[in-house]
């Protein structure tokens, strides 16, 4: 079975401050891609990234960062000098490699707050 | 580029009723699926449309049907409606590099909000 857990429900900032969103998943598959999505309170879930089995090296773009370790399960996000347009939703992600499982599969999601 | 769209942006209807809803994928993309989220949860797949053909399935009864078009576009129909089909309904297009490859990304639409009274 596939499974994505982001044990956060809601984080609440302050303006600046740096926040990591937690993600764990689990797979039985050997190639499978990790996903990041961004939902504002509009509704549209805006892709933010993507990460392949087979590549473990953290990323950074700009304030966002990730760092995927395949030995926890774990493909952790990190906002540093938050803002409050940074309040949203945000998914993790796991799409496995065919069967009836070859779609996205969410987690839950995480209610990010970023006060000023 | 035009992105993903999608119709209408939300609608009512009452139980019993059946829905059609819209989307039309982003510029170049070929493939189509189909998400429900309800309110305070992450989307639950329902099903993917490419080369006109349902290529997967999520767990969702068969009241819950679609097309794909020549011109990739696609419908979801919900027939018999339920008040806990009320939810936001996402289309997600994408480029099939290779079918049945996990590795092209979806890019969603703003959705469109149902409620069933």
């Known amino acids: 079975a596939q499974k994505v857990t982001q044990a956060q429900t809601e984080i609440s900032v302050v303006e600046k401050e740096d926040v990591t969103l937690d993600c764990v998943y689990e797979t039985r598959d050997t190639t499978y891609y990790l996903f990041w999505y961004k939902q504002p309170p509009s509704g549209e879930l805006v892709f933010l990234i993507r990460?392949?089995?087979?590549?473990?090296q953290n990323e950074i773009s700009g304030r966002y960062s990730w760092n995927f370790q395949k030995s926890t399960s774990s493909f952790n996000f990190t906002i540093t000098a938050s803002q409050v347009v940074d309040s949203a939703v945000y998914f993790c992600v796991l799409r496995g490699n065919g069967g009836s499982q070859g779609n996205l599969i969410f987690g839950k999601g995480t209610k990010l707050s970023v006060k000023p | 580029d035009a992105g993903v769209t999608q119709s209408p942006t939300h609608l009512i209807k009452t139980r019993g009723q059946q829905v059609t809803l819209r989307c039309s994928p982003k510029?170049?993309?070929?493939?189509v699926s189909w998400y429900q989220q309800a309110l305070g949860q992450g989307p639950q797949f329902i099903f993917q449309y490419y080369e006109e053909e349902e290529r997967q399935r999520g767990n969702f009864p068969d009241r819950f049907s679609g097309h794909q078009f020549p011109n990739y576009s696609s419908e979801l129909n919900v027939n018999a409606l339920l008040l806990g089909d009320s939810a936001l309904y996402l289309c997600a297009s994408s480029l099939v590099m290779v079918p049945g490859s996990p590795q092209e990304t979806q890019y969603f639409g703003p959705g469109t909000r149902l409620l069933v009274l």
């Open positions: 990460r392949n089995s087979f590549d473990e």
């Open positions: 510029s170049g993309h070929d493939t």
